[in-house]
């Protein structure tokens, strides 16, 4: 019997014009999927630097590598032009845990589609460190430059050059952020400053470091340091007896941490025999309060950066009592920092104050003319 050739075609052909209108359907979507993800990845990578406007030019951190040229490309702007969003990688678990005061919830995560951007561009060792001072502020300042662009950080505390060192750089790369030609990579762990190995080890790494300190009346931030410890362990001495090593003679115990940290002339001695002045930008973390825009500005004038962020991007929170960013990282919101920054501190003994002031006068007076700076807290 002769088949039937006709129903024989219709029904055995693979082009079929269902088949035929969803296999283009399929193939359409893979294309434009493949284009976007092109654009939004290496495309922008590819960008040449000569695009953009006023980015700066900064090595990528590895040691001998060379400095980038122009800054970061256009589209990678675009891409990265976040209102607000960091260059925050998530915290591998193998790091170590943050300073439980010191996580900004929200803030550390990217959005969903700044995840996707985040595929592109490379991990680099930093370029930029805020090596200090504990309690000075260097949350507040990482959190609002990382509104600039051409800015990716690390959300939590590496602590790479005193805890982590044996990890190798490679570990401490893989803690970065991606970033594209042109953006600066930063990390901030206040315990480097004064960490006696921590300048040796960062100039090992890169010469060129460009090293951020955040400086506060080391009174306040003695009893700031305090405070927070206060937080976790109710039970310990009070400050004023923490202070003394005896109190009848009212000698200072140096040997106390809260103490230690805010002889900043000290430490400071130790950063400059391996970085010049040149390289070490100190910001006053009372003027990052009053005054977050002009502080902001000095550190980016210092990284070489546009100055993108001003003082259209602050508001003074009253119930917060601090400067907070009209933009959180990735929404629209407004973002201040969380409850463990800004705490009262607790009522301490004028006396103890008073003779904790005279204590740092000289060595306050040492750090200003190392520095050229008076940062009046005297
Ligand atoms: N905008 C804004 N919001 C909240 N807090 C601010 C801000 N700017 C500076 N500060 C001050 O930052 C102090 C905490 O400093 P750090 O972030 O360096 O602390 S830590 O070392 O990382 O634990 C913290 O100290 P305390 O007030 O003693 O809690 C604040 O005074």
Redesign the pocket.
């Known amino acids: 019997m002769e088949p039937n050739v006709t129903c024989f075609c219709v029904d055995a052909s693979p082009f079929h014009p269902v088949r035929r209108k969803l296999l283009l359907v399929f193939i359409m979507l893979f294309l434009w999927l493949y284009l976007f993800y092109c654009c939004a990845g290496s495309c922008a990578a590819a960008v040449p630097g000569a695009v953009l406007l006023g980015s700066p030019s900064l090595a990528d951190g590895r040691p001998g590598a060379e400095k980038a040229p122009g800054g970061a490309g256009l589209l990678s702007k675009l891409l990265l032009l976040r209102a607000g969003q960091p260059g925050t990688a998530p915290r591998p678990a193998s790091a170590e845990p943050p ?1 439980a ?2 996580t900004e919830p929200g803030a550390l995560e990217p959005g969903p589609i700044s995840r996707f951007f985040n595929g592109s561009g490379s991990k680099k060792l930093p370029q930029a460190i805020i090596v200090g ?8 300042l990482l959190e609002f430059l990382r509104v600039h662009p051409d800015i990716r950080a690390v959300g939590a ?1 590496p602590h790479f050059f005193d805890r982590n060192y044996e990890k190798g750089f490679d570990w401490y790369r893989d803690l970065m952020p991606r970033t594209l030609d042109g953006q600066i990579t930063m990390e901030k762990t ?1 315990s480097y400053f004064v960490t006696k190995e921590a300048p040796a080890r960062i100039s090992a790494m890169s010469k060129d470091m460009k090293l951020i300190v ?1 400086v506060r009346d080391p009174v ?1 931030r003695a ?2 340091d305090y ?2 410890t206060l937080s976790k362990r109710p039970d310990i001495p009070t400050f004023e007896s923490l202070t003394f090593k005896n109190r009848t003679t009212g000698l200072i115990d140096t040997s106390w941490s809260a103490i230690q940290i805010g002889i900043y002339a000290k430490h400071l001695e130790n950063w400059l025999q391996y970085f010049p002045m040149s390289q070490i930008l100190f910001v006053s ?1 009372e003027r ?2 009053t005054d ?1 825009a002009g502080e902001l500005g000095r550190v980016q004038d210092f990284l070489g950066l546009k100055r993108i962020i001003t003082d259209k991007h602050f508001y003074f929170n009253q119930t ?1 009592g ?3 960013l009209k933009k959180a990282e990735g929404s629209s919101k407004p973002h ?2 969380g409850k ?4 009262t ?1 607790p009522n301490i003994d004028q006396e103890v104050v008073q003779r904790l002031r005279e204590f740092y006068r000289p060595f306050n007076m040492k750090f200003y003319q190392m520095t050229g700076h008076n940062f009046g807290w005297d």
């Open positions: 300073e005061e010191d001072v504990k309690k000075g502020g260097t949350r507040a505390e206040p955040v306040t009893i700031s405070t927070q973390g990052l309060i977050p917060k601090f400067p907070c201040c920092l463990t920054k800004g705490r501190h």
